[in-house]
């Protein structure tokens, strides 16, 4: 690359949005989970569509691969560059504003590069709803969550971030801007182009700006933490739920003993609500836009005849917004307290609902077997059939040579994925991390179909290059 990109660059963007320092480049080179170390020529912060446009423009003209970034919160290295140190990454971080609110076409129109919890705020005030949450929700940016298409805890009630986004703003890899902002539920005019960016991980176009669906505000919530007799008293419990509130469940979050374990010892505010262990928890919430506060009876109701079958054997109603808070912390305390436990190979996977049990118990058997000592965390969405079906190593094993089992230990438990019809990553994406478990798993037309709406949008190959398909 030469100079003469950098002064462009720098033309572009003035001196707040070009970072070429290594000390000043350092936190946007290495990913969240500390896997992956990539280097850049430099870091350029936009503060405009029209800004993204030209730096895009000058890239393309030069052959220079870029790797769009948001709040590089990412659990597959896919907003990491490679290590040549050739490529621009451009971060959407400066581009935070909240252009417009309608909260009677309940639409939010945002540049990418506003915080999900600013999103959710911003809504909140305007007396609506933007439903998509999850842990990383205080530091990833809504470009992001829609290059992932996110999923979260309130999948089972709102949809994944695909079903979420109205309308689009996107930069090509040619430079050109693609105006896709509609704020409309129907539009049957041909093929859905925003979807094809969605989930596609910045290789195919730089997300800046976005329509978002709200919902009405919930007005009666409540949360309970269950423990369970047993896994498949889970999956009636579900089922129960659903049938015993008109529908209004909009979390069903399953974990497993160790996550209390762990969470009690690492998360602060992360408490048991139990005086004793139990094998499995479900933390359930109800929501309604109704103010009439009987989702409390409700859920006292339910869960009595829960426990009249067997199905719960203790539960736990929060009573305060606090005490909702806390039960929360276990849950969103997870991935943190995972990572003081060393080393974790993941597995961020989906099968029918109706098959998650069968698929615990069948996933846990091959890897226990595979790597003796391995510690099952099966913990996650349950009411989406998505589960985190992570590893942390042997209590006292070394991290390294731990994860150097990363991809045996991934077939072991994909290859039975597989078999029971899931997929391999349910909401995280492929980045760098599963590229090769993609091409190993998805069908080869699939595959083919892929490469070519890639050749479509990007034939030079310069939108985050090496991330996705191989
Ligand atoms: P980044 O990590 O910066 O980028 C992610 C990808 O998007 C990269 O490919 C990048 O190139 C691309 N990208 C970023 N911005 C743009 C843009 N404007 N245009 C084009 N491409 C872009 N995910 C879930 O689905 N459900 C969960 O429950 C969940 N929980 C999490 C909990 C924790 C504690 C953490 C750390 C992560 C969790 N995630 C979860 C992962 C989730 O994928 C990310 O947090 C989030 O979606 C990524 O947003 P980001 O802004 O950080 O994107
Ligand atoms: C979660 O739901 O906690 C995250 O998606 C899982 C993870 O960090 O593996
Ligand atoms: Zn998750």
Redesign the pocket.
């Known amino acids: 690359m030469s100079d003469d990109l950098l002064s462009r660059i720098a033309a572009v963007v003035g001196p707040n949005g070009l970072l070429t320092a290594a000390s000043d480049m350092a936190p946007y080179l290495e990913?969240?989970?500390g896997l992956y170390h990539g280097r850049a020529r430099a870091v350029v912060r936009p503060g405009s569509t029209i800004e993204v446009a030209e730096i895009v423009r000058l890239c393309h003209e030069r052959g220079v691969g870029i790797?769009?970034?948001?709040?590089?919160?990412?659990?597959?290295g896919?907003?990491t560059p490679d290590a040549t140190g050739a490529q621009i990454l451009l971060?959407?971080s400066r581009?935070n504003t909240l252009r417009a609110i309608d909260p009677v076409n309940f639409t939010m129109t945002v540049d990418?590069?506003v915080v999900?919890q600013t999103v959710q705020e911003t809504a909140d005030k305007a007396g609506c709803l933007f439903p998509l949450?999850?842990?990383?929700?205080g530091?990833?940016?809504?470009?992001?969550?829609?290059?992932?298409?996110?999923?979260?805890?309130g999948?089972l009630r709102y949809g994944?971030?695909r079903d979420l986004v109205m309308g689009l703003e996107?930069v090509l890899p040619d430079g050109r801007i693609w105006d896709g902002m509609r704020a409309l539920r129907k539009d049957n005019t041909g093929y859905d182009l925003k979807q094809l960016?969605i989930g596609?991980?910045?290789?195919?176009?730089?997300?800046?700006g976005a329509v978002l669906k709200l919902f009405p505000k919930p007005k009666d919530i409540a949360t309970a933490f269950c423990a369970l007799s047993n896994l498949d008293s889970a999956l009636s419990l579900l089922a129960r739920a659903r049938a015993a509130t008109g529908d209004l469940v909009s979390a069903f979050e399953l974990m497993p003993r160790i996550v209390l374990e762990i969470t009690t010892t690492h998360v602060s505010g992360a408490a048991d609500p139990f005086g004793e262990p139990y094998p499995w928890y479900v933390l359930i919430e109800l929501s309604s836009s109704c103010s009439d506060g009987t989702l409390q009876n409700s859920l006292e109701d339910f869960l009595g005849a829960a426990m009249e079958d067997g199905e719960v054997v203790d539960a736990v109603l929060a009573s305060s917004s606090e005490q909702r808070r806390g039960l929360w912390r276990i849950r969103?305390g997870?991935?943190?307290a995972q990572s003081r436990e060393g080393g974790s190979i993941k597995h961020?996977i989906s099968v029918p609902i109706s098959s998650v049990p069968a698929f615990i118990r069948r996933a846990t058997s091959a890897a226990e077997a595979a790597l003796p000592g391995v510690r099952v965390l099966a913990y996650?969405?349950l009411g989406d059939g998505n589960l985190?079906f992570n590893l942390s190593q042997p209590i006292g094993a070394d991290k390294e040579a731990y994860l150097a089992e990363y991809v045996r230990l991934n077939h072991v438990v994909h290859d039975i994925v597989v078999d029971m019809q899931g997929s391999i990553s349910?909401?995280?994406?492929i980045?760098q991390l599963k590229k090769e478990e993609l091409a190993h798993y998805k069908a080869p037309l699939e595959l083919d179909l892929m490469r070519r709406i890639k050749d479509v949008f990007d034939p030079n190959g310069m939108m985050?290059p090496g991330?996705?398909l191989l």
């Open positions: 990913d969240e989970r790797v769009p970034q948001g709040g590089n919160t990412g659990l597959c896919a907003a971060s959407l581009m990418a590069g999900l949450n999850f842990g990383a929700q530091s990833c940016l809504i470009g992001g969550a829609i290059a992932t298409n996110a999923g979260g805890a999948v994944n971030t996107v960016f596609s991980e910045g290789t195919l176009g730089i997300i800046t969103e997870i991935p943190e961020d996650g969405h985190h349910a909401e995280h994406g980045g985050n991330k996705v």
